[in-house]
Each structure stands twice: as C-alpha cells, then as structure tokens.
C-alpha cells in the first residue's frame, strides 16, 4: 500500500517539477517505488489460489494491472490528456488509479500474523540463504527464464521509451495515431498474459 501511494505522488511530483533534474528524480523515485508491487502482488497470488489456477491468475494480475491498464488504456488517454490540457495534467491523472488501488489493498488485503524468529529459524533451509539460493539457480528453468527476463526488460525499456519518438518524429504519425499504435502492443500484451499462463496451468 505504502509503494503504490509512493508512486501515485512520484507522479504528481512529475508534473510540478521545474527542470530535466528534478524529473529524472521524481521518475527514479517511481521507479524505485513501483519494482516491489508487482513481485508483492504475485507473492499474494501464488499463497492465496489453488496451484492449478495460479498460472493464469498470475496472468490475470499481471494482465489487467500492467499491460491493459499501463500498455494500452495509458498510452490512448495519457496522450490524448497531454495533447488537449499539457504534459503536467497527464502526470497528474495518471497518479489518480494507484491512490484508488491502494484503497482498495488497504480495505481488502489482510496482513498475515508476523512471524517470529524462531519460526523463521525453523522454516529456514538447511545451509540458510545461500544454500537455498544454490538450489533455485540449480534449476535450469529458473536460469532460463532469469536470461529471458534480463533481455525482455531491456526491450520493455527501450521500446517503450524511444518507439512514441520514432513514431513520431521518424515515421511523422500525430500524436494521436501513436498512442494508439502503442496501444496495440498493449492489447497484445493483455491477450497472451492471459493465454501463455493459462496454458502453464495445463503443460507441467
């Protein structure tokens, strides 16, 4: 709750800023915000539903919070926002859906009872944190899936950041017409969240 309210006025904050400073700043601050959300969020998934639904519940999460609502309903009414009433107004809307789901994590999620430290040394592995690290990076799933992230987010960053430029300023669309074709990579990103993790539930 703490990091999406975090994030809802690292946006804000974007759009008071004055100079390329404070805003590198404020968006590194968001950055910095938002990377334990969606891990939080899976965590809750995986301990809360049945393990042969958890495949596509995990879509379901990461499809409608990140890639319908972020990759494709962002990019069409954000612009069309900035295009219409300024960059700033843009920024702040965009921090009004996080304060409404931190709302709504406050009302519904429960904290788990904390766990002592003996029940933490109980539950520990045998040769602690760095023997259990070695059995994970043992699985050479684990590692392939950990290569295709590292690669998968460079292209997230990339893409995301420079393709409304080259749409613009190399191919020459409006602003308009640009939103929308980064709006379809979003629509992409929704479909197969849903349809790769569901099939997870069914391939072992």
Do not use: H, K
Request: hydrophobic fraction near 55%; include cysteine; proline fraction near 4%.
């Amino acid at each position: 709750v703490l990091a999406t309210v975090l994030f809802a006025l690292c946006s804000v904050a974007s759009g008071l800023v004055a100079s390329f400073a404070a805003l590198l700043v404020a968006r590194l601050l968001m950055g910095a915000a938002e990377v334990g959300i969606m891990p939080l969020s899976q965590s809750l998934v995986a301990t809360q539903v049945d393990p042969r639904r958890r495949g596509l519940s995990m879509g379901i999460v990461q499809g409608f919070g990140s890639s319908l609502m972020g990759s494709f309903i962002a990019p069409v009414v954000l612009v069309a926002i900035a295009s219409t009433w300024g960059w700033r107004n843009a920024f702040f809307l965009a921090g009004v859906p996080a304060l409404f789901v931190a709302l709504l994590m406050a009302l519904t999620i429960r904290e788990e009872p904390p766990v002592t430290r003996r029940e933490a040394r109980a539950a520990a592995p045998e040769g602690g944190m760095g023997a259990a690290l070695r059995t994970v990076l043992a699985d050479g799933n684990v590692l392939r899936c950990l290569v295709l992230s590292i690669v998968f987010v460079g292209y997230l960053v990339v893409c995301w950041t420079f393709m409304p430029l080259y749409l613009v300023q190399q191919r020459q669309f409006d602003a308009t017409t640009m939103s929308w074709l980064m709006g379809v990579l979003g629509i992409a990103a929704t479909l197969f969240s849903f349809a790769i993790t569901g099939l997870s539930d069914r391939i072992e």
